[in-house]
């Protein structure tokens, strides 16, 4: 039983990290249709922004153990990847719209030359982060111990989710973001700048692939390849999700992560990870537009 | 066209230019070095391995990302039978490190090489056939497919490495020292290998090119281009998606097969995300849907790998970043096809009163590329 609730927490731990590195693309993927192969680069951007924090901010703002610079970095990696996605779409991926396989390609491009400007600026070898203090150890509560990080990336992705419930469904900025996904020409001829929309979407995507590499510096170290480890899982949780939906990849992260570590409790990580695989695919025999289906048009 | 003019001016029109590059490619040991040859002939296994992913995206619309996996069966199968004889009947020596006692049963058969060589063209085969199967007949299209092979390739590759006894893990399967009883530090055995690579990349250059001309072809280009219209006139869209991706995977195995021998070595990195993807580059810079272009692009880029990269191995992947970008945006017809398309202006212009048909590949220049929708 025991051994049983640590493996659901393990799971919704395992899943919350999944939805981080994925509501990023729900955005540029789900909404857009742009196949973002520089989502994980964005991630990697972020990483290295919060490192780039705790070297030059950490010493003014009360030191690295104090975490101000922290969650300040939280904001700056969310504006400067944000500001980095903004400059992808008007330079490059507004060329692309309708042509899916090829923003894959051209997108994989930059990934490659943001990985390699990693590592020209800050070195090939990977890069340690000090978190904050205050989350190291853990609450115990009788039965184990629920670390503090893991607490904290929980709570993070639940206030990112709230927030982007608030800014799609509740701010005219939202509205306007789903009236150009869901008819285009209708929205534009209502007088929507559909361009600036597109723009938007695809840098608040990008930036909070940022706020992911953020959180990601807490786990463990960061390098310039940094990306490529996270960008196929946050794919899968898309597919699985339904693209479109919020509360599909809400749904597929939780369920992702659940069975992973349940499956990974009894056998290995690599027998979990491909049988995960099997289990999305055999699920997408039976529902191919993934968990939740949005029906739009 | 065909029927009024000389046949065999029309063959040589037709296969000349194969031809004279075949022969240049033969003769290519009695000038290159060792170590360029070496290059080359690795390179020319790339090509194979373009060829296969041509068919199914450059023909067939559908991006396979799990050529890393296709060609790393291939070359681990191949290897295995290549590391059994090199060690002349002893354990391989990272089972001694990892402690096994005995050759596992799964690796037992690999002992001959009429097997090994099998595999290398039934496993790669069946893998697509089944995922293909079960990916298609849930109509499942355009990025879903390539972002399935995808993390299937990634899940094989982790696989690998999780299982150290049994794959060599990170390391991958090294020390390969012997081929049929040939060392493979012999140069002569190293030509001999070579001249097999030209030859298999001209059988398969031919077949591919028969079977794009053939019904199947043109069925494959229709499906790429309207699926459903196939489908409603009584085609079975699965069968010749499938077909093709398996088609597509015996290449990438043979490519990996024909690999190992020269350059000594596999391991789990040619299965991870990044070769997978490359693999897809050097079909765009060349051309999609131009079969030459399959192979021009892979010996183009991977030449431009090596030479940029032995002097500044800093910049070839910013160059490597640019190309994927200027390859989508500014000649998605790739060299060969742009070429293609400024000859046929060119032809146009200058003999317009018998125009000829240039037109071989079915799509370059017709605007219409590889692309689908998502949904």
Redesign the interface.
């Known amino acids: 039983m025991v051994g049983w609730l640590a493996q659901l927490f393990n799971g919704i731990s395992l899943g919350s990290i999944l939805l981080m590195i994925s509501l990023g693309l729900a955005f540029s993927f789900g909404l857009m249709k742009v196949i973002n192969m520089a989502h994980g680069e964005f991630i990697m951007v972020g990483a290295y922004v919060t490192y780039v924090f705790q070297n030059t901010f950490a010493d003014m703002l009360g030191g690295v153990d104090l975490g101000i610079w922290f969650i300040l970095s939280l904001f700056a990696a969310f504006i400067i990847t944000g500001i980095l996605g903004v400059i992808l779409e008007v330079g490059l991926i507004r060329f692309l719209y309708g042509r899916p396989l090829d923003t894959l390609l051209a997108t994989f491009g930059v990934a490659l030359v943001l990985q390699q400007a990693a590592r020209s600026i800050f070195g090939a070898p990977n890069v340690q982060v000090v978190s904050p203090s205050w989350l190291s150890g853990g609450v115990n509560i009788g039965i184990m111990v629920l670390p503090y990080k893991r607490l904290f990336i929980i709570a993070l992705v639940i206030v990112l989710v709230a927030l982007i419930y608030v800014y799609l469904n509740r701010t005219a900025a939202g509205r306007r973001l789903r009236a150009v996904m869901q008819n285009r020409e209708m929205a534009a001829a209502l007088g929507v700048r559909s361009r600036q929309v597109d723009a938007l979407t695809f840098g608040v995507g990008a930036g909070l692939a940022g706020v992911a590499g953020c959180v990601l510096t807490l786990i463990g170290p960061i390098g310039p390849t940094l990306g490529t480890n996270y960008i196929v899982d946050a794919f899968m949780v898309v597919v699985l999700g339904g693209t479109g939906s919020l509360l599909g990849t809400i749904l597929a992260a939780m369920m992702i992560g659940i069975f992973s570590s349940v499956i990974e409790f009894s056998t290995t990580a690599t027998i979990a990870k491909a049988l995960v695989f099997v289990m999305i695919v055999a699920f997408l025999q039976w529902r191919p537009t993934g968990l939740v289906t949005q029906r739009a048009r | 066209m065909t029927s009024q003019k000389n046949p065999f001016r029309t063959f040589l029109t037709d296969w000349g230019p194969f031809i004279i590059w075949g022969v240049i490619l033969l003769l290519a040991p009695m000038v290159l070095s060792e170590f360029r040859l070496n290059l080359l002939g690795k390179f020319l296994t790339f090509a194979i391995v373009a060829i296969g992913l041509d068919l199914i995206w450059g023909y067939g619309g559908m991006?396979s990302l799990g050529q890393g996996l296709f060609f790393g069966m291939g070359a681990y199968f191949f290897a295995m039978y290549l590391k059994l004889e090199s060690g002349g009947g002893r354990l391989p020596d990272f089972m001694v490190w990892s402690g096994m006692k005995e050759l596992p049963s799964i690796w037992q058969p690999f002992a001959s090489p009429v097997f090994a060589i099998m595999m290398v063209l039934i496993g790669p085969m069946v893998i697509a056939a089944i995922?293909g199967f079960?990916?298609f007949?849930?109509?499942?299209q355009?990025?879903?497919f390539?972002?399935?092979t995808?993390?299937?390739t990634?899940?094989v590759s982790?696989?690998l490495?999780?299982?150290q006894p049994y794959t060599g893990g990170t390391n991958g399967i090294t020390n390969l020292s012997t081929i049929f009883g040939h060392s493979l530090a012999d140069p002569q055995t190293q030509v001999a290998l070579y001249l097999s690579t030209v030859i298999i990349l001209g059988i398969i250059y031919i077949l591919a090119r028969l079977l794009t001309r053939s019904r199947f072809g043109r069925l494959l280009v229709a499906t790429r281009d309207d699926e459903a219209r196939v489908r409603f006139l009584g085609y079975s869209p699965v069968t010749i998606k499938t077909t093709t991706f398996a088609i597509s995977a015996v290449c990438a195995g043979i490519g990996g097969a024909l690999f190992v021998p020269q350059v000594g070595i596999i391991s789990p990195a040619a299965l991870?995300?990044?070769p997978s993807?490359m693999m897809?580059?050097w079909v765009?810079v060349g051309g999609r849907a131009t079969l030459v272009g399959a192979v021009v692009g892979a010996l183009l880029v991977n030449a431009g790998q090596s030479a940029v990269s032995e002097q500044f191995p800093?910049i070839w992947?910013?160059f490597?970043?640019?190309?994927?970008?200027?390859?989508?945006?500014l000649f998605?017809q790739g060299v060969v096809g742009s070429y293609r398309m400024a000859f046929a202006r060119w032809r146009a212009r200058g003999h317009s009163a018998d125009a000829p048909e240039v037109e071989e590949s079915p799509v370059a220049g017709s605007g219409r590329l590889?692309?689908?929708?998502?949904e």
């Open positions: 991006l995922l079960f990916v007949r849930s109509r499942i355009g990025v879903y390539s972002i399935i995808q993390a299937l990634l899940i982790i696989s490495i999780g299982q991870d995300v990044v993807i897809v580059i765009a800093n992947q910013y490597l970043g640019a190309l994927f970008i200027g390859a989508v945006l998605p590889a692309q689908e929708v998502v």
